[in-house]
């Protein structure tokens, strides 16, 4: 049935950029990329750990390859393995999808020594752009303004060194970050406010660079308050031609992971949309950027840009500006990887990028309980349902059911809406909030509920520590209890009359029976 | 009615917030959130109930409102009064008192599974009814020994019917 369901694929789409095309990656990322394959007439292979063996990226793969258990460690991380599956199935590329192996260079070139093609950037580029100083040191040998900084690691193994340090930091400003040379994520990264905390910062956030990445290297950059997070979509071929389809805002955050994202970035003029595309290019430009990347900003309150570093690899919010574009980002990796030369449809998507006539926003659904700091809520999803309708797209790699593993990154589903402008976007993704219904366990959708009612949000003020200094949960969940508890007793009080009576000497109700009564309650209620 | 409790904490809270008991009576000076337009923001599923639960009349729940998910409990507040008391007091009233197993659906009996004087485990099948082509098993609340049976296989039952009980 998934043989010809291939076949079938394959002729119905001429002229496919391969054959066969192995995912490396798990989720709802997965099944993007084997949707993408699918429409371009490519076979699509996945590999997956015991934990997602019955997954739906797996089911929708035409052929799946078990690569280990469930620690990341012994599966999604092991490159070596990945290679070997992609030459047993006969696969002709490698697309990484992001996190796991998509950034390392020697990933990268492991794929083409074996004959496959990496679809990213060059093994190079990830050389140099995964490393933050050297990308700094780029951009800035480039003219594209930096974050004001150290370009070197620091050394802070004598008390000498680390007067140097103070020193450095004195005439960069506080407050500043020591932020680590290597990952990201928000890993390996201090808000430091004054001298007397530097030392304690810098040697935490190495340990935890050293713990997460395996480089301690950590190096000092000016903190730029009341910022904003941008960042440029970037596409190119292997002649040479790059250009930017658009730009996101990225801007609500918590600890440095992304919450929720929008294209093109509010309340930007057409200059300063163009003049951020062009500084872009100019860092993707230097490197021979090709394949698909993301240049980062932070757009100061006084109109400054200061460029952060380049994502070599798809965004997890790479669906916001497929929305606003028209473009397929996915499917346009897979025919630059092939050689191909960037699509007419990309072009024309870059001549409006500095003039853009919708607006789509993405929310992330994760298992995270925003009562407690976003903490991670693995458990079992025992009610689950999309929203829907006109202008919704959910990309989702679970259903109901499902186990939700503390083994991997919690996002669940991206729910993004896309509308005429901005207050109808907003509008959308209110309704589709209200649509998404999910049970068993706790996930981000109250802080969307309340971020898309949020007046700083709506009116569009955004910046970096939007989500720090406004959300407070408990009035939120408290008022939700409350209204718990008065539905249930409405829904008691209509039953009552009809319900066996309960007596003390323990007469039992069917408790199916209350349930079945308050189902057709909900019933009549949805249909006035 | 004012003999219903309603208990409801938020899933995963483990210490730091008191649940929220909200006595039917004395619900009037909470205020009502939420309008008509957004009536399905609250959401009500049922959760299995323990052998326990059914014994003491007690509804698990799982309330999502606006993307919170809560864990509640519905029960009798004149139970709930019982058990509290009990917990407190030295002795406890009602896991040895008999249990009369009546027929929730009307049907027709389709399988006896137990006896007079049979020894049965908590959760237990006992009988099944079948209505609607579907067979619904009666399963014991607690365990306990079958008292009497009320019913024989194809026999025709209506709601109330005394089916069996449980001494």
């Given at each position: 049935m998934r043989k010809d369901a291939a076949r079938s694929r394959r002729r119905e789409v001429?002229?496919?950029?391969?054959?066969r095309v192995l995912v490396a990656n798990r989720g709802e990322i997965a099944l993007r990329i084997i949707r993408a394959c699918h429409e371009a007439g490519i076979e699509a292979v996945a590999v997956h750990s015991d934990a997602d063996a019955g997954a739906p990226f797996v089911r929708a793969a035409d052929v799946a390859v078990r690569i280990g258990p469930p620690p990341a460690a012994e599966s999604y991380l092991r490159g070596a393995l990945i290679v070997d599956a992609a030459i047993a199935t006969g696969s002709q590329a490698v697309h990484p999808g992001y996190g796991f192996l998509s950034e390392q260079a020697a990933f990268a070139a492991s794929c083409e020594a074996a004959?496959?093609?990496?679809?990213?950037?060059a093994p190079e580029t990830l050389v140099a752009l995964g490393d933050k100083l050297a990308a700094r040191r780029t951009a800035d040998e480039a003219g594209v303004p930096i974050?004001?900084?150290?370009?070197e690691a620091l050394e802070s193994g004598s008390p000498a060194a680390m007067k140097g340090i103070v020193d450095k930091a004195e005439a960069l400003g506080w407050p500043l970050l020591v932020k680590a040379t290597a990952g990201g994520g928000g890993r390996g990264m201090r808000r430091v406010d004054d001298a007397g905390e530097l030392p304690g910062a810098i040697a935490s956030a190495s340990r935890e660079a050293q713990a997460a990445f395996g480089l301690s290297a950590v190096y000092l950059e000016r903190l730029i308050e009341g910022a904003r997070h941008v960042e440029v979509q970037l596409l190119g071929d292997h002649e040479g031609r790059i250009v930017a389809i658009g730009e996101r805002d990225c801007s609500v955050q918590r600890r440095h992971q992304k919450l929720a994202e929008e294209a093109p970035a509010p309340g930007l003029s057409e200059g300063q949309r163009r003049n951020l595309h062009r500084l872009a290019l100019t860092v993707a430009r230097k490197v021979g950027l090709r394949n698909a990347a993301t240049a980062e900003f932070l757009l100061a309150p006084n109109g400054d840009v200061h460029f952060l570093e380049v994502n070599a690899r798809l965004q997890v919010e790479h669906g916001v500006t497929e929305l606003v574009s028209g473009v397929d980002i996915v499917r346009e990796q897979l025919t630059l990887a092939a050689g191909r030369p960037l699509s007419a449809e990309v072009r024309r998507a870059a001549d409006r990028a500095p003039l853009p006539d919708s607006h789509a926003i993405e929310v992330r659904i994760s298992a995270e309980d925003p009562a407690r700091d976003f903490a991670p809520v693995p458990g079992v999803l025992s009610y689950w349902h999309e929203a829907g309708g006109p202008g919704v797209r959910v990309d989702s790699g679970v259903e109901e059911g499902m186990r939700v593993s503390a083994e991997y990154d919690p996002l669940l589903a991206k729910l993004l809406v896309v509308a005429g402008d901005r207050p109808k976007a907003m509008a959308r993704m209110r309704r589709a909030l209200d649509e998404f219904h999910i049970g068993g366990l706790q996930t981000t959708l109250p802080f969307h509920q309340w971020l898309l009612r949020q007046r700083d949000f709506i009116d569009g003020r955004l910046r970096t520590d939007l989500v720090a200094r406004s959300w407070s949960p408990r009035p939120l969940w408290e008022d939700a209890a409350r209204r718990a508890a008065e539905r249930l007793i409405a829904l008691a009080e209509e039953r009552s009359p009809a319900a066996p009576a309960l007596s003390t000497t323990g007469t039992v109700t069917e408790p199916e029976r209350g349930w079945a009564m308050i189902a057709r309650r909900e019933g009549v209620e949805r249909w006035p | 009615m004012s003999d219903v409790r309603v208990r409801v904490t938020i899933h995963g809270?483990?210490?730091?917030f008191e649940p929220i008991a909200v006595e039917s009576g004395d619900a009037g000076d909470a205020p009502v959130v939420g309008t008509a337009a957004r009536a399905t923001a609250v959401r009500v599923r049922s959760k299995a109930s323990s052998a326990a639960d059914r014994a003491e009349g007690r509804e698990r729940y799982e309330v999502v409102v606006d993307g919170w998910v809560l864990d509640a409990t519905v029960e009798p507040a004149v139970l709930a009064a019982l058990r509290e008391k009990a917990a407190r007091g030295p002795s406890e009233a009602g896991p040895h008192s008999p249990v009369s197993l009546r027929a929730q659906i009307p049907g027709r009996v389709v399988r006896v599974w137990v006896g007079l004087g049979d020894a049965v485990e908590a959760g237990q099948q006992l009988l099944a009814v079948e209505a609607m082509k579907m067979e619904n098993e009666v399963r014991a609340p607690?365990?306990?020994?079958?008292?009497?049976?009320?019913v024989a296989i194809g026999q025709t039952v209506e709601v109330g019917d005394e089916l069996v009980t449980l001494g």
């Open positions: 001429r002229d496919a950029p391969f054959r004959g496959l093609v990496f679809i990213g950037p974050v004001p900084g150290t370009f | 809270f483990e210490h730091g607690r365990a306990g020994t079958v008292g009497s049976v009320a």
